[in-house]
DNA sequence: TTGTAGGCGTTATCAC
DNA sequence: GTGATAACGCCTACAA
């Protein structure tokens, strides 16, 4: 009634526990007869292995780096606390993970701190950043190691990954935009798209699924130009104030990026700017307070503290070779209003 | 520069791996000066123990129960799912998840199931069914036996549970006002408010956060009088067909519970009923195609796979007496629309 | 190709 | 009070 072990695999089958081992793990060649006989045996006990005593009798530890970008960013922050969580609830499952920051702008940067790593004591790595021909191939060369790569947040569809850990940025623009249509329901009007920087390809994603459900299900609604402000608060204030009397019909605007607190101040600036449609990404102290005190109507998010444990899990089971349980891994695509901000 | 282990600390206290057993788990008296040196040790070392090898020790396994209504409804059966898939998945971390099916509609019948229970055999109960004064007292006796219970989806308020899990009804309805607010965001009209049966809290909470938003964000709608219809299509059909009529001014359907599909028919027949806002709870094969088919503007759900692992974590917590990280368990009342869809 | 013996980090059962 | 010693379920030499 208890739980069969190997032990009882062994006796069971008429064989010894070696030779159990073998054809669990398919380590040497064992007689087919023999081989036959442990399968029955295995089938017929319902035996399932017990993956914590294997790893204490291999005595594995995970080492898993979770490459991100460095320098000031709200989100990126809170990804951090996140993966120091993680890590920290992971200590007693065998798993360290670190923390590895790049200067994700600049593309050889990342390669020579890519190459920093120790790829003899490492299992694997979940990298954040923007995908170049040079990353791309320092992520071939890492996998050549033998090491499992997720891409994480941003996918790297042109690097062979193991695995994309994040969300679909061109359905969460298509939410932004379904949200925007029926906040605006029976309106007509303008939509003004903001975003750090379109060199970002989630801002790209974005801006796509958005165009697409707003033009398609909204067209009385009018999606501007993106404007992009390279942290520039200056720049967003004045293309902001532009774009107020260019466009009197304005009547939300979408945030696609960083840069939140930037677009807050300057909405703020221009006090004559009221009843907009405000919609943001990523939930952060800024988008946070934005959405409690009314200034923002949504935040589009992803929980960070899945999209953490989710690259975990991956990368064990990819160590472990086993199957992934797919539903869990799915990252959602969260709506954020203040009465739902947990 | 390993992790340590007990043999480490006993051999840098000067004493036997016994008596660094007793101190770390405060089994039997050690004296004074030795209980400090292992102290001392482990502090000094960084010891933290190896749950899994403890496990593995100890043979421990966890034995788990989910009491679900039985009977059939949409939302039950995707958390049967869940507790299935969940309970496959963590087989082989040493628990075994089994589900009992009571009448949830009958007090007693619940007790008489749960006193069915084998409370030798037992580590922890996760129960979903209306409180009652018979079911308080069954649960004070399942505790009373040294087994942990948990909440399941519906709290139990009145009852010594150890945790809830689930997400605070009263919110859920206050992002549904919210959602219908914005929705609506510049029309003046009223709300038709429905639900199986009011007996459930779940929609009592959810009316009640409902109406404080509308009342106080959105006084230019107005939320009409739940309507109840007990399993009775034939009802709801002629209760909407009577309010159409009623309420010229109708903009919105806000469904608080189960009886979604009755509720789409209905509106489906009543064919002269059109752009009304529609919004939900639960995510279920009805209410998503709801959303496929546009039916349906949003979905306030939770989700089910969240849900159950919580449940879980939460109950091995208890049972290991370690803290729960409570971020972790937050269940996150989750906002869908098609677009967002999963 | 197969089996035996020992160890992984912890707990449990004895004697002392 | 204390300390050997043998489990727990699995893996890995090494020997046969």
Redesign the interface.
Known sequence: MA?PTVHDIAREAGVSLSTVDRVLNGRADVRPKNAERVKAAVERLGY??????A??AKQR?YKFVFVLPEGPNHFVETIVAAVR?AGY?Q????VDVAIMPVNAGDPHAIVARLQTLDLHSLDGVAIMVPETPQVRDAIAHIREAGIHVVAFVSDLPNSKCDHFVGIDNF??G??A???LG??????TGSILVVTNSMVARDSIERRY?MDE?VSRDFPRLRALPTIEFYDDPQRIRETLAHALTAHPDLKAVYSMGSGNAVMLDALRDNADVKDL?VIAHDLTAVTRQGLTDGEI??VIAQ?V?HLV?SALRVMRAKCDATVI?E??E?I?????????L?
Chains 1, 2 share one sequence.
Request: hydrophobic share 35%.
């Open positions: 739980k399932v292995r017990d993956t914590h005593a790893n204490l530890r969580e609830a200590a007693s499952d065998r359905s969460a298509q939410t935009g379904a949200l029926k906040f605006l329901r029976n309106e699924g459900v449609v109507d949504a929980n503290g444990r349980f539903a869990q799915q959602r695509i969260e709506i954020i209003l203040r009465e739902n947990y």
